[in-house]
């Protein structure tokens, strides 16, 4: 069994910075990509940023310059510092991450429990 934990949400103004965390726990022989998706009220979710095991990264275009994802991978840890921010980045961001929980397993697609980003005008 696999865990995503995310911190880090919260309530911003308009023009401040906020840092998530997403730690992950449990059967973890790897960790392939890691991301991060945000859901707002009434919106389908939507890729923000995903980060491969070698550090490559990929941006939706309306985080670019804003938003940086990192990993840790001696922690099993994804990191998204979001500067910047605007009204629109409001959502519920949610922690994804494709791991092989033991050797010669598939790959299997975990989600964490969400956090709140609220950007106030």
């Known amino acids: 069994q696999v865990q995503l934990v995310e911190s880090g949400g919260g309530l911003v103004q308009a023009g401040g910075s906020l840092r998530l965390s997403c730690a992950a726990s449990?059967?973890?022989?790897?960790?392939?990509?890691m991301g991060w998706y945000r859901q707002a009220p009434g919106k389908e979710r939507e890729l923000v940023a995903t980060?491969?095991?070698?550090?490559?990264?990929d941006y939706a275009h309306s985080v670019k310059g804003r938003f940086t994802i990192s990993r840790d991978n001696a922690k099993n840890t994804v990191y998204l510092q979001m500067n910047s921010l605007k009204p629109e980045d409001t959502a519920v961001y949610y922690c994804?991450?494709?791991?092989?929980?033991?050797?010669?397993?598939?790959?299997?697609?975990?989600w964490g429990q969400g956090t709140q980003v609220t950007v106030s005008s």
């Open positions: 994804n991450a494709l791991v092989v929980p033991i050797p010669d397993a598939r790959e299997y697609d975990y």
């Open positions: 980060i491969t095991s070698h550090r490559s990264t």
């Open positions: 449990g059967s973890l022989f790897a960790i392939n990509a």
